[in-house]
């Protein structure tokens, strides 16, 4: 135990150690803590839809037909037709052959690349991936690279074997920038390899029609083997999904151990969750608001002066590089009635703290005014 206080006080000296702060309200992009009232900078409830009334409504009919919980795994007997609903639902709105639904993006990850791949495979990871992806590609025992996000086109002449899979988030959930899916694809066909894109922070955001990064890029579903998306983010309820074909889901229901050896997410949730993809197929301007947000923000925060990620999409990360300097900025947004969240190592790399400011549909302008003129103030 001694050691255990050591290296928790090692944390709080080097600016790392984290805290949970519990919300007792939300409403829209309001959150209240600890009885202090913010505006929440801080949410990936992107289209603003984890407190609209069709989704509480949905969700409180699917729990007075199906009851709270699923209680079993999906292979035994907690499979519903409220999940197969919105299998089916996902799938008709990518247009992909076959969904198959998880209980956290976390599981979606570890249970694809653990089922796929072996210590006889070789997978090829880009270096700012999700703490998923990494985790499963250890997991899986396959030999493991990682390769910097600009260095892409010239993999093919760098590999010593072909790699078996490549694997790589679609948008940074730290920096916000699109991964650069089309020659990830390219050099997939070229080495034979299998495509994984985990879209946790495209799905029904990016493209027109809310379809994700494939959309955005002009690809088609034929382009990524294995299409992985979160419900948790744009949708506003939870879980997670893996598309692609049907010999890749009836493979993955056989040997997915994060599909088969958990209790199936609540059918409650489905139910929710297919108003949630009816209301992004149907209400464009959300993703519209964003993009109007995104622009505003970004040139009132280049007047500024600050340093931001390269991103146009929701994500927008201030670097500030020193850890205290990322915490004390956080905080002085909180007394300003903002809520910011500093993000330190290990989820960024070292001396590259920052605070990561998310623009949601349920923002306005003078919201982001507001958290511009409190930046302006930001201690030196």
């Known amino acids: 135990m001694l050691k255990l206080k050591d290296t928790l006080a090692q944390q709080r000296q080097q600016g790392l150690y984290r805290q949970r702060h519990a919300t007792s309200k939300r409403d829209g992009n309001k959150i209240v803590i600890d009885g202090t009232h913010y505006t929440n900078f801080a949410s990936n409830d992107y289209l603003g839809l984890a407190n609209d009334p069709r989704l509480i409504n949905a969700f409180k009919e699917g729990a007075d037909r199906y009851g709270v919980g699923s209680g079993a795994s999906q292979l035994i007997t907690g499979y519903s037709t409220a999940h197969q609903a919105l299998e089916e639902r996902i799938s008709g709105f990518l247009k992909q052959p076959r969904t198959l639904l998880f209980g956290t993006g976390y599981m979606a990850n570890l249970g694809a690349i653990t ?5 006889n495979d070789h997978l090829l990871l880009d270096r700012r991936s999700h703490a998923s992806l990494v985790d499963a590609a250890i997991l899986s025992r396959a030999k493991l690279s990682r390769y910097s996000t600009h260095d892409v086109n010239k993999l093919n002449q760098e590999l010593d074997d072909n790699p078996s899979m490549i694997v790589s988030d679609s948008v940074f959930s730290m920096d916000g920038d ?13 080495t034979h390899s299998l495509l994984l894109i985990d879209d946790a922070h495209g799905f029904g955001v990016l493209g027109d029609n809310g379809r994700g ?6 690809m088609s ?10 419900l948790g983010k744009a949708c506003g309820t939870s879980g997670a999904f893996i598309c692609g074909s049907e ?27 297919l108003a949630s993809i009816d209301i992004i197929q149907q209400e464009g301007w959300r993703r519209e608001q964003i993009k109007t947000l995104v622009k505003h923000f970004r040139a009132g925060a280049q007047q500024l002066g600050l340093q931001l990620s390269n991103s146009s999409t929701s994500i927008q ?13 956080s905080e002085h947004l909180k007394s300003k009635g903002l ?11 070292n001396n590259t703290a920052r605070l990561r400011i998310t623009l949601c549909s349920n923002h306005s302008e003078d919201d982001v005014d507001t958290l511009l003129s409190a930046l302006e103030s930001l201690p030196s």
């Open 115 to 119: 089922a796929l791949l072996s210590r």
């Open 178 to 190: 699109i991964a650069p899916i089309a020659a990830l694809s390219t050099l997939s066909k070229q």
């Open 213 to 218: 990064c494939l959309e955005h890029c002009a």
């Open 221 to 230: 579903n034929s382009d990524v083997d294995i299409y992985i998306g979160t």
């Open 247 to 273: 010999e890749l889901i009836e493979t993955l229901i056989q040997k997915a151990r994060s599909l088969a050896y958990t209790t199936a997410p609540p059918p409650a949730i489905a139910h929710a969750t």
């Open 317 to 329: 990360a201030i670097i500030l590089g020193d850890n205290n300097k990322a915490i004390n900025a």
């Open 339 to 349: 809520y910011v969240t500093a993000i330190r190592p290990p989820t960024v790399p």
